[in-house]
Nanobody, 122 residues
Framework: QVQLVESGGGLVQTGGSLRLSCAASGRTFLGTALGWFRQTPGKEREFVAAIRWSRNTYYADSVKGRFTISRDNAKNAVYLQMNSLKPEDTAVYYC????????????????WGQGTQVTVSS
């Protein structure tokens, strides 16, 4: 059984930074794409960033230039460095695994973490 555990969320002021981490157990990330998504109450979960096995990356327009996704295959981990945070970045952030390595196809993500709360105060 695959388990994904996110960490690194918290409360930060506008303009601040946070680094989210996601570690997996139960399977390797070999050949997969890894993604970060976020959700706020009353809204659908939205795509934030993804990194394919080839390390090609994709970002939502709203986070381009501020967020950076990376992966450490040896540690079975994926990270999201978030800089210049804005109040509209406040959400629960989820990591997910796409075993088909498509990256930007929301429907391909099969395994999901429980989420970590990020709150950006104005």
């Amino acid at each position: 059984q695959v388990q994904l555990v996110e960490s690194g969320g918290g409360l930060v002021q506008t303009g601040g930074s946070l680094r989210l981490s996601c570690a997996a157990s139960g399977r390797t990330f070999l050949g997969t794409a890894l993604g970060w998504f976020r959700q706020t109450p009353g809204k659908e979960r939205e795509f934030v960033a993804a990194i394919r096995w080839s390390r090609n990356t994709y970002y939502a327009d709203s986070v381009k230039g501020r967020f950076t996704i990376s992966r450490d295959n040896a540690k079975n981990a994926v990270y999201l460095q978030m800089n210049s945070l804005k109040p509209e970045d406040t959400a629960v952030y989820y990591c997910a695994v796409d075993p088909r390595d498509r990256g930007d196809d929301y429907g391909s993500y099969t395994w999901w973490g429980q989420g970590t709360q990020v709150t950006v105060s104005s």
